[in-house]
Each structure stands twice: as structure tokens, then as C-alpha cells.
């Protein structure tokens, strides 16, 4: 099969096409001829580049969220049957206490190529009418907003939200997720055309934070209160006090996203006069993913998408991405006439 093979860490010019055996099931899991795989830029550029937090091992395939169709079925399953098409959840293993999950496309070889091996109970069944490139970005942040919005921050119908990064791949499935919840929610964005975007996705109002004081303008949209929830996911030493200080008494901030260096300046005084919760996590349950697949399916949450691009263009996919004039996923796309 094709694949996509890093031998080295560096730049998109290590994304190198090569030809690999393809991969058989052992007991308890399942091959998939891979549809769709999105690119990321935590668990895809910083992989490559060698700057991931966690140690990667060489030769290494990227791709965290592959859909496709089950080809194959290892000893033990039931679950699962060839002709299925799924979409998989990246955490390969459970977190326990000492023991770090292990990713896929991360510790394990991933979705930049034909095919994929996977454990059976990380795959979700696609709904009927939804195609794998939607499928595989609803899948790779809906779960994960969901759990931050509803799970953690228990974001309800009469509260107020305040989604950062609001245009981006997490922060534009927070907004629809939000709205499903019920939710108001205040959009804010780097630029006037990322806040239009998140205002197309259905946030109620919008605030460009490169330009306006996010401080002021939260507090002006809100009367005064401020917001219940913050959904950041930026860690941008600039940006993040400003959305702590969005917060109403007794709020709640949820993150689990750092691209914007990660190391923040925080005020304890106002944490603890106003009774203020940070919190961080990256737990996501199954129901999450298939909660956010039926939501999907029922046109309630919509995939933004940039563009597809076919697998051997995986390295200009990851040039793209890097210049930063992106709006929305980057998915890249493998043909599989027979299936």
C-alpha cells in the first residue's frame, strides 16, 4: 500500500510517498481502507516537526482521525463487520492513573495511508448521508466539545459562552455544539472575517480580539456580567487573561488546547475572589463521539472545511496549514475504486 512515511523530523519535505506492506488485524482489531483523514496542527505538524510534548519512534505514519470502510476483522470481533463505514477515535487506549493513552498517528502508525489497523472499539459506525471527510472532522472535535461544554463546563440553555479561536477546527464545532446546547454564544476571533465565520456557524455575537479589548467588549455584550463558560483551547499569553477576566463570579474555563504557546500568565486574585474554575482535560468518552456523529447526521453540526487535497499532497497540505491563512480543516482524501 501508499503511505506517507516520516524517516526523519523536519518539514513538510519529510512527508515522503512510499509503498509499505498492508497492515493485517490482530485479535480484537480491524484494517480500514482509509477515505478521508484530516490534517492537524498539534498531532500532525508538531509530530513531524519533532516537537510533539511526547516521544514519537521513527519510521512514523501521521493521522489521528481516519474514515473509511472496514476491510478486514481480526480474531474476537463481533462488533464490527467488513463493508462498515467508520470513522475512529484517536485514543487507542484508555487514560489510566500512571499510564498515558496512546494515540494514533502518534504512537501508532495512522491515517496518511490506504489502509489502517485499528482496535474495533475505536471505531463509530458513520450515520447514512454523512460522507467521510465530514465524518472524520466531526469526529476528530466534536467529541472533544462536547465533553468540554457539556461534561465538564455544564453549559446549559440559560448561560452564555464565550468560544475563543471561534473560525478554527475546535473553536467553530464549539460554537454549533454550544448552540445545541442552547446556549448564547460570544464568538471571538483574530480577524473581522474569522468572526463573520463563526457568526455563519451560529454564534450570536462576535468580537475580533486582535483589535478590540475582549475585556470590554464581552462585558458590554453581557450587560455588565460577563460570561458563564469560557471554551479557550488557545493558551495565547496575550489573549488568555483577557478571557479569564471574561468570566462572571463562579465561571468556568475549559481548554484543552495550547497552539498559542501554552505558558499563560494567570491572576490568582481575581481566581479566587470571584470563585473562578480552570480546567483542563482531554478525556473524551465514546458517547461523546457518537453523540456528535448523530448530531452531524441530523444536519445540527457542520464540518468546516477548507479543502480536500489527494494523499500524495500531504506535505503541501502541511505547507498550507503553516502559513496561516486557513479557514477551516484541511482533509486529505484517498480513492479506493472498489470500495
Request: glycine share 12%; aromatic share 4%; net charge negative.
Amino acid at each position: 500500500m501508499r503511505a506517507i512515511v516520516i524517516r526523519g523530523f523536519g518539514g513538510p519535505e519529510v512527508l515522503q510517498v512510499e509503498t509499505v506492506p498492508e497492515p493485517d488485524p490482530i485479535p480484537g482489531w480491524v484494517t480500514i481502507a482509509v477515505h478521508a483523514v484530516s490534517v492537524n496542527r498539534t498531532l500532525d505538524l508538531a509530530v513531524r516537526a519533532g516537537r510533539y510534548a511526547r516521544p514519537v519512534k521513527l519510521p512514523h505514519v501521521l493521522g489521528a482521525d481516519p474514515s473509511g470502510v472496514i476491510v478486514a476483522v481480526g480474531d474476537g470481533v463481533s462488533s464490527r463487520q467488513v463493508g462498515d463505514r467508520v470513522v475512529t477515535s484517536p485514543f487507542l487506549r484508555p487514560p489510566t492513573g500512571a499510564q498515558p493513552s496512546q494515540l494514533l498517528g502518534v504512537h501508532a502508525w495512522g491515517g496518511y495511508a490506504e489502509f489502517v489497523t485499528v482496535p474495533a472499539d475505536a471505531t463509530f459506525i458513520i450515520p447514512s448521508g454523512l460522507d467521510y471527510p465530514q465524518a472524520t472532522v466531526i469526529s476528530r472535535h466534536a467529541p472533544m466539545a462536547f465533553h468540554l461544554l457539556d461534561d465538564k463546563a455544564r453549559l446549559s440553555s440559560d448561560q452564555t459562552v464565550l468560544i475563543m479561536g471561534a473560525s478554527g477546527g475546535l473553536g467553530s464545532i464549539g460554537v454549533q455544539v454550544a448552540k445545541t446546547l442552547g446556549a448564547t454564544v460570544i464568538a471571538g476571533a483574530g480577524s473581522d472575517d474569522r468572526v463573520a465565520r463563526a457568526l455563519s456557524m451560529g454564534a450570536d455575537f462576535g468580537v475580533n480580539y486582535r483589535r478590540d479589548d475582549l475585556e470590554a467588549e464581552v462585558m458590554r455584550l453581557t450587560d455588565g456580567k460577563g460570561v458563564d463558560v469560557v471554551y479557550e483551547n488557545i493558551s495565547d499569553p496575550s489573549l488568555f487573561p483577557k478571557a479569564l477576566a471574561s468570566l462572571t463570579r463562579g465561571g468556568r474555563l475549559v481548554t484543552a488546547g495550547s497552539h498559542g504557546g501554552g505558558i499563560v500568565p494567570l491572576d490568582v486574585s481575581r481566581l479566587y475572589m470571584k470563585q473562578l474554575t480552570v480546567m483542563g482535560s482531554t478525556g473524551q468518552k465514546p458517547v461523546d463521539t457518537e453523540r456528535s456523529l448523530a448530531a452531524a447526521a441530523a444536519g445540527r453540526i457542520i464540518a468546516d472545511i477548507h479543502t480536500c487535497m489527494p494523499l500524495e499532497e500531504s506535505a503541501d497540505a502541511h505547507r498550507l496549514l503553516e502559513a496561516g491563512e486557513v479557514q477551516g480543516k484541511i482533509v486529505l482524501t484517498v480513492t479506493h475504486p472498489d470500495r
